[in-house]
């Protein structure tokens, strides 16, 4: 018998069939909750932040403005004209709280007034602020948040701070639900050639976004009534209006650029003005027939779209107007082909499809909340009605807390959200966003069509720490989602890869503590899935992992190399049992979608699982798609020390079999966040003990650890190199410059010069212009103020074998 025709002992005692015979009685209740166990403290600076492992993703830039503290006094704009005070709210803007009075004009004239008046000189160090009263501010449609570098404050986030209500009004609500009223239906939400899902994922409380309109939609715009005027909003950033077509890379024509490349090639016509050095570009890699093929994806498995599932934001280094190409900042992570047939595929649909550089025109940069409290009251509704019920109570009313749309360096810290319409928090096209010391507790619609999730979708080098998850459907990354970090959170839902090619994610020290009453058949009405398919029998473990044939439904399969490491996470198997961990090695990485060198769905004896309901034990070690090959000794991937004090030097190995389960390295601290503590906490949180974790095949070990040059003085800005990876005609180098000064640096530059025969083939993270065998390197926006004593990086692939010479920095 093959070992992988029965379950291994991820959790002990359970098998697949018993787990699918097991029924649910609904919870009456909310349950008795305990305290969190999120790690608040954290130390995330650049400075605690382990540097590349080899062999491993570079996660060291995830976070706001690629790995900068959050913003503290010192950047807030001295000019009291960009400082509004509750008193000012109340005195210019009718903004007072407990009146019972609708705040949403007086609210959005502020943000406005900002926009105009504040935004154009502001930076990320000269921020504007509106500090909002404590006490119950009422808002009854969504407020528009497109004003740069702004901050919105409230008085805390418990008893006695700042309190949004939520209420929306007729021109808020969606009017537009599918034909069994079971969700908001986007294709149905029309106005002239706009459809509600120009506006996905939905409305929300805030929403970071333009609200620019492109000119080929003014008149559509004039004309919409006041509930459809947002569908033509923020359409300045929309691929089919701002992107280019893109054309094949000499000696390659089928593709415009291949996985590692950081050069993209633009079609031959076309403006190239809206392509900056220092902006952000969307590069969106079109579907094919052979990319669903990779995915275990036949069109008998469901309808192929002609979309964009790769895609990825970068910052632009450099912009080539003869040559008509642009440089990204970082390696690309996927290939991009010319159009949807030039990778020899058939055509989806009959259409030939073009992948797209899409700058975004308008991005909403450094936008900040900060602690205060929201919650979507709906009066009729009981709150206990929602615990473990995953279905939609009231789909008219699926707003969102917070959303990010087309936004950058951006951030939410000490928030606290009580039964939002649907995700507290959602991203779709956001970049470097800082999601940290946060509670969300609860949503009414937590059902059919994806609603009620902690969302990260097409979210791209964000950071979410040390937040507090309760009553919600899932924590998901998907649609593209990459480079992204999950670290110290306290969640009772899975961790849920959902699905679109979402990529290159590291999920360390979670507490996911799973009840089994969290399955998708715990539901009163409105039940199913994002892709309109029905509940299953299956109850949802600590993670859940799309495969192809099932996720085809709404985009596709998870993506590569999506890791694992350092997680007590256990699961609930039948109703009132103990809780068993789950993967629950804590010096093991695992790399699921991934077979050691590349890309692999995860399969059970060789045949592609069609779906992780009801495989969720099955062993996927030894070549099945999750590689457990690597062990690491550190207490992180992404930092160097939990508690302040530097760990052992870590190091990723490879042994033969698995090593002993340690307890988590970290014990939970209580909150230290800016605001009062987290109100939520964890249901019945257990205590189980460690199990043994699935087996690993033995493997050669990695490459040797990179070498370091020596630091280079430069006044007091210094510089090393750190070689990360070699080969036979090259070499791959970070290059780390260092703030040894005692005021924060502004700008940097290094220079060196490479021997002949060996030439700079690509870089990223900075700007390089190149005379001869002289290479110079400036910062990019994000990256270029360093505090004392911290350090920035970029790096740069050679092609040849020497070494930079007379290395300088200043």
Known sequence: MSRRSAPVPLLAGLTVAALAATTLALAPARPQLSPAAALTTLDLSAANRRAPIVGLYDWSKAGYRGGANLPGAAETNPDAACQLTPAELAAQYAVTPDDNVDDSAGLQAAIDAIRTGCSP???????????????????????????????????????????????????????????????????????????????????????????????????????????????????????????????GKTGDTAFAARTGDTVVHLATSGSLSAFTVGGLVNIRAANSVNFYAQQDITPADGTLQNIHMRQQIFTITAVDTTNRTITLDKPLEYDVPVNSTSDG?????????????????????????????????????????????????????????????????????????????????????????????????????????????????????????????????????????????????????????????????????????????????????????????????????????????????????????????????????????????????????????WNGTGWKHLDSGGTAIPDWSGREQLDYTGGH??????????????????????????????????????????????????????????SSSPSASPSSSPSASPSSSPSASPSASPSAPAGCVTVRTVQTSSWSTGYGMDVFVKNNCAQATVTWTVEFDLPTGTSVSNSWSSVRTSTGQHHTFTNLSYNGDIAPGQEESFGFNASGTGLPLNLTAH
């Open 121 to 247: 000189t502001a930076s990320y160090t000269k921020l504007s602020l509106i500090t909002l009263p404590a006490g119950t501010l009422n808002v009854s449609r969504q407020l528009g948040v497109d004003a740069d570098y702004l901050i919105i404050r409230g008085a805390g986030s418990g008893t006695g701070g700042t309190r949004f209500v939520f209420r929306p009004d007729a021109n808020t609500r969606y009017d537009a639900l599918t034909a069994d009223g079971s969700d908001w239906d986007e294709d149905g939400m029309t106005s002239g050639s706009g459809t509600g899902g120009w506006i996905w994922p939905g409305r929300g409380l805030f929403r970071v976004q333009s609200r620019a309109v492109h000119t080929s939609y003014a008149s559509e715009y004039a004309a919409a009534p006041a509930n459809r005027k947002d569908l033509f909003e923020g359409t300045v950033n929309v691929h089919w209006k701002a992107g280019l077509k893109l054309r």
């Open 625 to 682: 798609g999750v590689d457990a090959t690597r062990t690491d000794a550190g207490p992180s991937l992404f930092l160097k020390s939990l508690t302040g004090v530097p760990s052992p030097s870590p190091s990723a190995s490879s042994p033969a079999s698995p090593s002993p389960s340690p307890s988590r390295s970290a014990s939970p601290s209580p909150s230290a966040s800016p605001s009062s503590s987290p109100s939520a906490s964890p």
């Open 345 to 593: 595929s058939a055509a989806i649909g009959g259409t030939v499809y073009d992948s797209k550089a899409a700058p975004l025109v308008d991005p909403v940069l450094g936008v900040g909340f900060e602690n205060f409290s929201l919650t979507q009251d709906m009066p009729g509704l009981n709150p206990a009605d929602a615990v473990h019920n995953y279905g939609n109570m009231a789909p008219a009313e699926e707003m969102h807390g917070i959303v990010f749309k087309w936004a950058a360096n951006s951030w939410v810290r000490g928030i606290s959200t009580s039964m939002t319409g649907s995700h507290p928090i959602v991203s779709e096209e956001a970049y470097h966003l800082q999601i940290v010391g946060n509670s969300f507790d609860g949503a009414w619609n937590k059902g059919k069509g994806g609603n009620g999730y902690f969302r990260g979708s097409r979210v791209w080098d964000s950071l979410y720490a040390g937040n507090t998850s309760r009553n919600l459907r899932h924590f998901t990354f998907q649609w593209s989602a990459s480079g992204n970090v999950v670290i110290g959170n306290d969640f009772d839902s899975d961790i849920n890869l959902h699905g679109g090619w979402e990529r290159n994610n590291l999920i360390e020290l979670n507490t996911v503590t799973v009840p089994y009453e969290h399955r998708s058949a715990s539901c009163t009405a409105n039940c199913g899935e994002e892709g309109g398919g029905g509940p299953d029998a299956s109850t949802w473990f600590p993670i859940w992992w799309a495969a192809g044939k099932k996720a085809v439904k709404w985009s596709g399969s998870s993506g590569p190399r999506n890791v694992f490491f350092n997680n007590s996470m256990s699961k609930q198997t039948t109703a009132g049992a103990a809780y068993t961990p789950y993967y629950a090695d804590h010096q093991r990485v695992y790399q699921f979608g």
